[in-house]
């Protein structure tokens, strides 16, 4: 059968996991003092992780119960069970994934430092490598658990999604609190670092004197590691959940029968083997830019993805053309979305310059650039977005229709929607590739921290900071792709949604939706506002810390005792576990409290309008934030006065107020869009006993 | 008949104004000096008005020539003509109405000033008689338009509502520019006083040796006095025409026919009348605190509309006491919306506390908390608006259902309807007398100004400060007001869309409507993107004449030499009404092109979500603004250091970086979110002919 293939195609991809990472572990580690930094963070990251998936087990395991028994379904008796079963899995397969990543990152990051100290392609291919290690594990990974699923329950017409609906849950369950608790550590180390460390005592980034060093270092690996793993985990997973309900839908059944069902998957795991074949190319050539060895990497596994996608609509949907061109169109999207995100960001590009020259006024100004940069920013994306959409509706239904007067019981719609489901299944599918290039980044930021504190040639740390930039790169890239796709399988996640409600529609006109998409758009705002503080409450703690001890042993500053840098992790792990909580309980319960009072459709319009806000939202945040690094970095390439200037101090208070912005609060938001879709979509049953209505 | 009513009340209103202005202009104007700087604002806001009003003038005259043309409809040949002689009207009513505003408050500024040296009181009884000229003269002028053209064509079931659908496009079509622009001078020249006068050259705020001083003191007339009087202007004229159409579905014109149409027109009359009286007991006790009059003032005036609405209730809407419920839910929601700001925003709450707090760590954390504050003030706004208007629904159809399965045609669903427009009249009815409180701010912060630099009596000049920030406190709730009212106008006015274009409702799940939507939501983006860029690039020009002023002639620091105010007047009044175009072009082509693209349904897509995250980001970037600002004035009465620290100059940046947030891009988005509706309600007879349906 054809999920074999699936299987096969997960499995391989696990194999050569398995090998990379062992090819990686045999690399020479350096010196005693790059073992032993390497050593403290390996240590501070297996600390957090550990706790961290500790405490979201502990609320899984309730949620899980919750489910199990409030789960009611006439048509199926074991509705809550199947939920509270997939759950689990999706929870503890995307801690898996997420564990998987940081535990190869931490190996990886000294080892690449050595690297760098032989050459710029042997930094390239180790940092690389890890990547590569992190995107596959979390992609097959996530096509092995649903694949099981799968076999577990075969869907037909009628059967009950409700065990890969709970996998959905459980993955973007975990994924809020993996992206959310790892974002509140790395920005809070990082602020606490720079402000006391920088800022108040003067000496430069990633100096062993500062205590909150390796706590900084720590979360690169939490944060940008193993909480991206697990967004990604997570959107890829719902995107294929999502798809595979639509087909369902009796028109796209009709045409495709089970095939249609197996399609996400096979598509999935055509993007796996792409991703080997991609990745076989990055190497750097002489003097060659490593983004273009990147890029190499990347074109080559979307050429591949595209014939994928040619051979499997020829195989499995009848070979109908214009699903293969709604595969291209979101492939072309994913690009598109790049460029897009790299212009609003790159300090080549015209608006971050305008942000460094406004900076010249103060920093007010330039913040005040930012912001308008940010909120610039969605324009062309969401244009993007949208034609995207109208497009691969069009090709699902011949371009029959747009949709005007249809709803999801017509078949025009239905196919037009699958149409929709096979672009998101074309922009996901490089997501292994996409993962592997935003690995390369925190990895090599490690690479190079480890050099800064082991003090070794200023050759290597040259190198190491050259792919530590184009990192920073690939992240910006990374997040523009996460929104994008999210915003694309949200939508497909909205029709999956209306099926199992049994809604005909979503219509804002009535005030019971008009009131819960506002509390939808609403409830994106207060996270975000829960998450910038949880930062600003983490950091303070730790700003006390790093001060007391400068305090407590006057040595450290001089350079003749060293910092106790566990403190540091500790308190980051404490605060960070604990003030995820708060948001994170937010976005899960005022979905279900609007479900219960106002019923299905008000949860319709809140998804719906939670979604376009939260793109909206994570999109300004994260460009906002990168730009406002960028300008900084613009100076510091000594453009307009360069370091130590007045301009530069405008940039650095502007780069310090992104920091949660791009890397907290906008990110989490992607697994909230999602969350919010998922979490809908299992607890619909509930729904329908809503009280006021 | 009962209109002859409502034209009594403005006429009565408008004679009341009339009275009142020429006891201001009979005060004593004070010194020569005083005259002097006064005449300079004058003679600056007067000339900018006027050019600003030529500028709208053209442009509107273009759009009416094409909406004269454009606008077809098979039912009535004189839909475009009317369409376009309503929006004349509409326009032009809203410019004298500031006009109006703007004329009062250049000269009760000075005469307030010269109050100032007398006592608390006096000051307090010209400026509020000033802001009481603007509000009766905005509020009655509205009417006074809609009652004519009511008149002129009254409205019955199947008569064409075009003439005063064109009033309210007319009205939001000046409003954007007129709040816009104003909001872009006052901030411009607001960012470049502050940072070539405070920061580089170190001399107090409204220095007579600072170029931009005069310039300063004109924005806030144009800015604050005619763009918030065009802003509510147009609110309540909106509010007037959507609550008119509805009263014409079947359901409702079936309970009170024609009674209904008027009862939208005798509400906001007694709501003058309620300010005539309420306006009587706005005087200073001994040592009273101003912001207890004012609040006594607006007590009395929301009692009197209350038992207005109880009147009208039993008179026209056949007693039915759950719309006079329905009333005062909107009344009780003004309350509360004004304590949340409050809330929010004020100095002695814990928000603003936080932001102090944080600044103690530098800027960057400063500002992040007021990002958050911003964001976290939005909960339970929104939570009030959405109670109230799943209430004021309930109420309308005595609780028989909250909407879910009925659509604009039934007639449940219509007097539910109706219900929430009874509310926003609720809401809505004590607007003069907010108005007269908003007027008040601008009035003493001029009078501050105007002693400041004629160097007269510290005393006066406490007395003024205190007035200065009471009017700070009351222009943050008005604004809070705003979006409020915004948000439940644009509610009503969804719902006559859909009553024109003949839509049953908007469903979110099509991809057109989805898309539309998502358009919406980025336009808000897009244009306060816009907004906030114009403060910086006309502020860019600022600044280097200011510099160059003082480097020409070195007189004007050592106060020898005069500086040429009238140099910066002249270029704030060019840059603003160049850089306001683009973004109004924006907001009133964007949704065209939407609507001519991808028809009706998807156009009420964009401007649902488009309206709810306007009002979000209004919401946010008024209350980021008046709380980072606050935070400034917390530090500056001594606390944490005080004027001169590190924590004040923190708080400093932030309160710069708020300034274009607060004062043009926030207070514009309340226009433009009631443009979208009412453009979309005059165009909708194009939307049906689509291109790509």
């Known amino acids: 059968m054809l999920i074999e293939y699936v299987f096969a195609a997960s499995a391989l991809s696990l194999v050569v996991a398995g090998y990379v990472a062992t090819w990686i572990l045999k690399q020479d580690t350096g010196t005693e003092r790059m073992r032993e930094i390497s050593n403290a963070i390996k240590v501070g990251a297996e600390a957090y992780l550990m706790r961290q998936y500790r405490t979201i087990s502990v609320i899984a395991l309730i949620t899980a119960a919750l489910l199990a028994i409030g789960i009611r379904d006439p048509s199926s008796q074991w509705a809550g069970a199947y939920t509270a079963a997939g759950f689990i899995l999706g929870a503890l397969s995307s801690n898996l994934a997420g564990y998987i990543a940081m535990y190869i990152s931490v190996r990886s990051n000294v080892r690449a430092a050595r690297g760098a100290m032989t050459s710029l392609d042997r930094a390239l291919k180790i940092a690389f490598r890890g990547g590569i290690v992190f995107g596959l594990a979390v992609v097959s ?16 017409v009628g059967s009950d999604p409700r065990l890969i609906v709970g996998f959905g849950f459980g993955a973007s369950f975990a994924a809020l609190f993996a992206q959310l608790g790892g974002g509140i550590y790395t920005k809070a180390a990082d602020m606490s670092a720079d402000l006391v460390g920088k800022v108040e005592a003067g000496i430069p980034e990633d100096d062993p004197r500062n205590p909150a060093v390796i706590a900084d270092l720590v979360g690169d690996n939490v944060g940008d590691i193993a909480g991206r793993g697990a967004d990604l985990f997570e959107s890829i997973s719902s995107e294929n959940i999502g798809a595979m309900i639509l087909a369902l839908t009796p028109a796209v059944w009709g045409l495709f029968g089970i095939n249609g069902v197996i399609f996400p998957l096979m598509a999935r795991a055509f993007g796996l083997i792409g991703t080997l074949i991609g990745s076989i190319f990055v190497y750097s050539r002489k003097n060659e830019d490593p983004f273009s060895s990147l890029t190499r990497g990347l074109i080559i596994t979307g050429v591949i993805c595209a014939a994928g996608f040619f051979v499997l609509t020829e195989v499995l949907l009848n070979g109908d053309l214009n699903f293969f061109l ?326 650095v208070i502007g780069d310090t107020l992104g920091d949660p912005l791009k890397d907290t609060a906008g990110p989490s938001l992607h697994v909230v869009v999602k969350l919010l879709n998922t979490i809908t979509l299992a607890l619909a049953p509930l729904f329908l006993l809503a009280l006021l209505k």
Chains 1, 2 share one sequence.
């Open 141 to 156: 990974l996530s096509l092995f658990g649903l694949a099981t699923l799968f076999l577990a329950s075969p869907l037909s």
């Open 326 to 651: 709604a595969a291209l169109v979101g492939i072309i999207g994913a690009v598109l979305v790049a460029w897009i995100t790299d212009y609003y960001t790159s300090y080549r590009k015209r608006p971050t310059l305008h942000i460094a020259n406004a900076s010249e006024s103060g920093p007010a100004p330039g913040i005040a650039t930012g912001l308008a940069v940010g909120m610039e920013s969605s324009g062309l994306f969401i244009i993007v977005i949208g034609v995207a959409i109208l497009i691969a509706f069009g090709l699902g239904n011949g371009f029959q229709s747009l949709g005007a007067g249809l709803d999801i019981g017509n078949p025009t719609f239905q196919k037009g929607i699958y149409g929709t489901a096979v672009a998101t299944m074309g922009m996901l599918s490089v997501t292994p590739m996409i993962l592997a290039m935003d690995g390369f980044g925190p990895i090599t930021d490690n690479a190079g921290g480890i050099l800064q504190m082991s003090g070794v040639s200023e050759e290597a740390r040259t190198i190491s900071d050259r792919l530590d930039s184009v990192g920073n790169t690939t992240k910006a890239l990374t997040k523009g792709y996460g929104v994008a796709s999210a915003a694309l399988s949200a939508f497909l996640l909205f029709s999956a949604f209306l099926e199992v409600a049994n809604l005909r529609g979503v219509d804002l006109a009535r005030p019971e939706v008009f009131t819960g998409a506002l509390i939808g758009a609403m409830l994106v705002f207060l996270f975000s506002s829960l998450a910038i503080r949880a930062v600003g409450s983490t950091a303070a703690v730790m700003i006390l810390d790093i001060r007391k001890q400068f305090k407590e042993s006057p040595g450290i500053i001089e350079g003749k005792s060293k910092p106790d840098y566990s403190r540091c992790v500790d308190i980051s792990t404490k605060a960070a576990l604990r003030n995820m909580i708060a948001p994170s309980l937010l976005v899960v319960l005022g979905p279900v409290a609007i479900g219960l009072l106002l019923g299905s459709e008000a949860v319709g319009g809140l998804l719906m309008v939670g979604t376009m806000v939260g793109v909206l939202m994570a999109l300004f945040m994260n460009n906002v934030g990168a730009a406002l690094d960028n300008a900084k970095k613009y100076i510091e390439a000594g453009h307009l006065g360069g370091k130590g200037s007045q301009v530069h101090a405008a940039t």
